[in-house]
């Protein structure tokens, strides 16, 4: 199996609401990502988990609250997002330590805030 | 701060030829180069990698070059194909992060 899943794929939610989004793989990997995709950009990172422990933060907002329950969740809490905050969020996935340490994606959540 | 630039937005070609996507990056000297395919409302799809030491890398209709002292990446993807069609994304790896390129929409024409 090598697929990480997401859900939901889609998602419209107001400003006041709380939402959250899942991410799971059965691959064993150890390293976990959320990216955030603006239309016609790349992928910028958000959040690294490594080993179920928070690694990396690259100044999100404190609205997006991660968390990693276990080696194969990740979940992304939203709280009074903004429209600006509108994007596919991209969940991956890798084996850390690996020389060749590719990452695997999910399909994203398309997240659109009113 | 690292950047990473990929030479054009878009690039059309016809059916056959062979297409040549460009990633240059600056003030870094990553260990290896990845590249990735992202179909439109999908996630990034991993490809090749080469290391900094590899001239060369090559997968069925594909192609990657890695001149560090260029600091340059070429991506070939030969007998291009209708299928090919999709954005291609360099990346490479800084302080544990991995970093993109902004992306180069292929189209291949029929």
């Known amino acids: 199996d090598t697929e990480v899943t997401q859900t939901p794929k889609h998602l419209v939610m107001g400003m006041t609401n709380k939402k959250s989004l899942k991410c799971e793989q059965h691959?064993?990997?150890?390293?976990m990502y959320w990216y955030k995709q603006k239309a016609k950009k790349p992928p910028e990172l958000m959040f690294v988990?490594?080993?179920?422990?928070?690694?990396i933060n690259e100044s999100v907002p404190s609205r997006f609250s991660p968390e990693c329950p276990n080696s194969s969740l990740l979940n992304l809490h939203l709280h009074a997002l903004q429209p600006e905050d509108s994007a596919l969020y991209l969940c991956?996935?890798?084996?850390?330590?690996?020389?060749?340490?590719?990452?695997?994606f999910g399909s994203g959540t398309q997240l659109s805030v009113l | 701060s690292q950047k990473i630039e990929q030479n054009s937005e878009a690039l059309n070609i016809q059916e056959g030829k062979t297409a040549t996507l460009t990633c240059n990056y600056t003030n870094y000297s990553p260990a290896y180069l990845q590249w990735y395919r992202q179909d439109p409302g999908r996630g990034p799809v991993f490809l090749l990698l080469?290391?900094?030491?590899?001239k060369e890398k090559r997968k069925e209709r594909l192609k990657v070059t890695f001149d560090t002292t260029l600091k340059q990446s070429l991506f070939h993807i030969t007998a291009s194909q209708p299928a090919d069609s999709a954005t291609y994304l360099c990346a490479l790896k800084r302080l544990g992060k991995l970093i993109f390129g902004q992306g180069t929409e292929l189209s291949v024409k029929p």
């Open positions: 988990y490594s080993y179920e422990k928070l690694s």
């Open positions: 080469i290391r900094e030491n590899e």
């Open positions: 691959m064993g990997h150890r390293a």
């Open positions: 991956a996935s890798s084996q850390p330590g690996v020389t060749n340490e590719k990452l695997f």
